[in-house]
T-cell receptor, first 115, second 118 residues
Framework: DAEITQSPRHKITETGRQVTLACHQTWNHNNMFWYRQDLGHGLRLIHYSYGVQDTNKGEVSDGYSVSRSNTEDLPLTLESAASSQTSVYFC??????????????FGPGTRLTVL | DQQVKQNSPSLSVQEGRISILNCDYTNSMFDYFLWYKKYPAEGPTFLISISSIKDKNEDGRFTVFLNKSAKHLSLHIVPSQPGDSAVYFCAADLHAGAGGTSYGKLTFGQGTILTVHP
């Protein structure tokens, strides 16, 4: 069965360190997204990609970067982790060019704590 | 500026009764609306959607109503079950014209925590 996985599931790091969160999908979807979930804010879009070599900033992209070298993976990098980046991070994917409801499939999430 | 809002952070309902979760939006260009359900320590999963050309969509115990003039949608769960206890997110999508392709970006609300008591 196709799926979307994230690793690690839990991560504790220190302020100033670089952190990379992995996202891998086997749906063969062109679209991939990174969100963070914080109480009172719902799911906020960090970065997204419509295909290989394509990346775009979302509403809360400061301090984060992504790169897309293949269809399956979209790693999220925190260049210099800050305590404000303590959150739960979700990766998602969807088909490109659908005239349907734009449904996104989500991974299980990564809980990141920055001390 | 929050384009999709869920103004009720939480809702508590007795098993067997109706649960009504509400969502408001400000961008009149949104043309598809989705509801996602999220259990603790899991990712959100798609529940039900509605196109802006409809005012109602039903799937088993779940019905979504859309009032375009009020920019308001609601999710009805009847009858509510303890297993429905979760966080519910509404989301909005944009398409390139009528029947066109999705831009792929969803705008989410803040979520509502639903608790169904046995």
């Amino acid at each position: 069965d196709a799926e979307i996985t994230q690793s690690p599931r839990h991560k504790i790091t220190e302020t100033g360190r670089q952190v990379t969160l992995a996202c891998h999908q086997t749906w063969n979807h062109n679209n991939m997204f990174w969100y963070r979930q914080d109480l009172g804010h719902g799911l906020r879009l960090i970065h997204y990609s419509y295909g290989v070599q394509d990346t775009n900033k979302g509403e809360v992209s400061d301090g984060y970067s992504v790169s897309r070298s293949n269809t399956e993976d979209l790693p999220l990098t925190l260049e210099s982790a800050a305590s404000s980046q303590t959150s739960v991070y979700f990766c998602a994917s969807s088909e490109w060019g659908t005239s349907g409801n734009g449904e996104q499939f989500f991974g299980p999430g990564t809980r990141l704590t920055v001390l | 500026d929050q384009q999709v809002k869920q103004n009720s952070p939480s809702l508590s309902v007795q098993e067997g009764r109706i649960s009504i979760l509400n969502c408001d939006y400000t961008n009149s260009m949104f043309d598809y609306f989705l509801w996602y359900k999220k259990y603790p320590a899991e990712g959100p999963t798609f529940l039900i959607s509605i196109s802006s050309i409809k005012d109602k969509n039903e799937d088993g115990r779940f019905t979504v109503f859309l009032n375009k003039s009020a920019k308001h949608l609601s999710l009805h769960i009847v009858p509510s079950q303890p297993g429905d206890s979760a966080v519910y997110f509404c989301a909005a999508d944009l398409h390139a014209g009528a029947g066109g392709t999705s831009y792929g970006k969803l705008t989410f609300g803040q979520g509502t925590i639903l608790t169904v008591h046995p």
